[in-house]
């Protein structure tokens, strides 16, 4: 059974940090090239950034340069980080990671910008 365990969202101001984790449990992922994902009210859900198993990374033209996607592979399960510098109240949605291309998905991590 496949997990993702997101964690590591919250209230933060413009402007502000976070770092989000996600444990991904079930399969061989380590041998997998993972991605976050988000979904803002009323929006589709789109990729963020991508890594692949040897640490090539791919992100939202919107998120180049504020964001930042590592994954220890050494850790059971693997985790994956997003850190997020510099938000925009526009980033606000709820985040997921997954495979990339996706699986079953997790609950996600709600990230919330606003003054």
């Not at 998120?63 to 925009?88: C, H």
């Amino acid at each position: 059974q496949v997990q993702f365990v997101e964690s590591g969202g919250g209230l933060v101001q413009p402007g502000g940090s976070l770092r989000l984790s996600c444990a991904a449990s079930g399969r061989q992922f380590s041998f997998a090239d993972m991605g976050w994902y988000r979904q803002a009210p009323g929006q589709q859900r789109e990729l963020v950034a991508t890594i692949t198993t040897n640490g090539r990374t791919n992100y939202l033209d919107s998120v180049k340069g504020r964001f930042t996607i590592s994954r220890d592979n050494a850790e059971n399960p693997v985790t994956v980080y997003l850190q997020m510098n510099s938000l925009k109240p526009e980033d606000a949605a709820i985040y997921y990671c997954n495979r990339y291309p996706p699986v079953e998905w997790g609950r996600g991590t709600q990230v919330t910008v606003s003054a």
